[in-house]
Nanobody, 115 residues
């Protein structure tokens, strides 16, 4: 059974930074590429950032220039670096790493941006 360890969320002031991590046991699931999503209260889950197997990245317009998605093959971990955070970034963030056996959802981590 694939288990993902998602971490890094928390409370941060506007303008602050957080780094989200999504790790998997390589013996079970090797991450090739993946996405980060978020869901704010009362809103649909939205795609925030994606990275391809070759390392090409894409971002939602609302986070371009502030968020960076990356993948560490050695650590078998997907990351989301979030800078210049705004109150509207407040949401539960979910990773969705994808490997040869398919894609799996992380459990979600709460990010709250507030003064």
């Amino acid at each position: 059974q694939v288990q993902l360890a998602e971490s890094g969320g928390g409370l941060v002031q506007p303008g602050g930074s957080l780094r989200l991590s999504c790790a998997a046991s390589r013996s079970i699931f090797s991450i090739d590429f993946g996405n980060w999503y978020r869901q704010a209260p009362g809103k649909q889950r939205e795609l925030v950032a994606s990275i391809t197997r070759s390392g090409i990245t894409n971002y939602a317009d609302s986070v371009k220039g502030r968020f960076t998605i990356s993948r560490d093959s050695a650590e078998n971990t997907l990351y989301l670096q979030m800078n210049s955070l705004k109150p509207e970034d407040t949401a539960v963030y979910y990773c969705y790493p994808i490997g040869r056996i398919g894609g799996y959802w992380g459990q979600g981590t709460q990010v709250t941006v507030s003064s």
